[in-house]
């Protein structure tokens, strides 16, 4: 039988320590605050999304009748699990959909979860913090960007979408070469970036987006989905 190793970041890791100075603890990992939903984060769906949800449980044939042609599609959609490969719709997955937005079932309301969100991120940057926003859906991060960019809040990305780029390449298509230390680890700038050299090694676009959010000041936001931001970001 085969086996798995795991270890938790903690086990090899140091937890911050908010009574020392912040440079005496460069390798420790940021403390975590648990904040009830009640003091942030809570949300109430709109009537749409409750009567759809009601609909769905009633009848779910009757349901998909009236709102699947509102649900993503595409192959993205197969990938995020709202559709099968044969684009037939999931239910449970569909539930979220309801729930994320009510453009899913037709509806110009405002999305309640989307505002909720927003007011976190707005809140945390006031306070000089950055902030990772985790997306179970690639549309819920196109949603998010676009939140980002009307305010004017540079954000990174680091979904299955970005890994797919390959290396980080220029506007011509060409691979960039980054400068390197001596031991093979690339070297940032003053701002926190990386620097490009003719003589260096390649980065992967995925990697480029975890560098600048980590160290870029001017990064404020990563949008992350699940299944790639668990790993090496924070």
Known sequence: QPHVIRFLKSEVMPTYNRTRPVEKQPLSLPAKDHIPPNEAGLFTLTE???????????????????YEHYMPRGDLAVEDGIRTSENQLTKQHAFRQIVNNPVYIGSADESPKHKAAMDIVDRELAGGNKVLVFCRYHEQIKAYARFLEERGIEYCMYTGEITKQGYKKDAAGHDIIFEVDEFGSYKLDAQGRPIEKQQGKRMLAIDYERLMFQNNASKKVMLATYSAGSQSVT
């Open 48 to 66: 749409a999304q409750s009567q759809a949800i009601l609909e769905m449980f009633e009848d779910w044939n009757a349901w998909t009748q009236k």
